[in-house]
Nanobody, 117 residues
């Protein structure tokens, strides 16, 4: 049973927008989504954006000014607003979650984002 459920991926044109969501399953109480990562075939998974603590955010240089990460009041859902999408943003996007105080990572199943030129 998936503990992190992602949604919102799809196909958009160059310059378009998408909003990804990641929700922690009710079967995993206390699990908090903390960030988004992405991966393309043959490459390492890379950090896109994270949100931790009281709302401290961090972004990859390649998405600064275009992407925005946020979360709901319950800390159980994290969003990634992606604007001005470019073909190089094409990847499978994964949500990462942790329990507070734990170093164990949990991953969602991934959602495909494709940007056509």
């Amino acid at each position: 049973q998936a503990q992190l459920v992602e949604s919102g991926g799809g196909l958009v044109q160059n310059g378009g927008s998408l909003r990804l969501s990641c929700a922690a399953s009710r079967s995993s109480p206390g699990l908090r989504p903390v960030g988004w990562y992405r991966q393309t075939p043959g490459k390492e998974r890379e950090m896109v954006a994270t949100i931790v603590g009281g709302g401290i955010t961090n972004y990859a240089d390649s998405v600064k000014g275009r992407f925005a990460i946020s979360r709901d009041r319950t800390l159980s859902t994290v969003y990634l607003q992606m604007n001005d999408l470019r073909p190089e943003d094409t990847a499978v996007y994964y949500c990462k979650g942790r329990h507070p105080g734990s170093a164990r990572d949990y991953w969602g199943q991934g959602t495909q984002v494709s940007v056509s030129s």
